[in-house]
């Protein structure tokens, strides 16, 4: 994407979005863009596995229950939500209003995700949650 991206659209990716570069679709689809993600890993910021980062825009439709319990944990690369909605750009980009959409249906999804996981998060969770990834992956 181009360095203007967040301003020249929505904060989420649709479709064929055309602030999308060629390059950078051949990127995401084959999830390299995750790469630079295991420094954050490498520096303690992030895990492997865990809620994925969201947008201060959207983790303002959170209640605070789930802000403190989402919030409470690292976030991850990867995680259930993430593996259901792996091709959630595609999803939004058949909505008549992609950010509604997002909003009203996906985002409920993945907190009902994020929360079931800081219930019962586990080293055997998490490496189910890898191997399912790669299993996408390959």
Do not use: W
Request: aromatic share 8%; with cysteine; proline share 7%.
């Amino acid at each position: 994407m181009p360095t203007s991206a967040q301003t020249a659209g929505l904060l989420i990716t649709v479709g064929q979005d055309a602030r999308v570069t060629k390059s950078g679709a051949f990127i995401r689809k084959t999830k390299l863009d995750e790469l630079p993600q295991l420094i954050n890993v490498l520096l303690g910021t992030m895990s492997i596995v865990g809620p994925r980062p969201e947008v201060p825009k959207y983790i303002a439709c959170y209640t605070p229950e789930q802000k403190q319990r989402v919030l409470s944990v690292r976030p991850g690369i990867t995680d259930n939500a993430s593996i259901a909605f792996r091709d959630e750009n595609e999803i939004l980009g058949k909505a008549q209003d992609p950010e509604k959409a997002y909003i009203e249906e996906v985002l409920p999804i993945k907190i009902a995700f994020y929360m079931e996981y800081t219930k019962q998060y586990s080293f055997q969770q998490d490496l189910k949650i890898i191997i399912k990834t790669i299993q996408i992956l390959v």
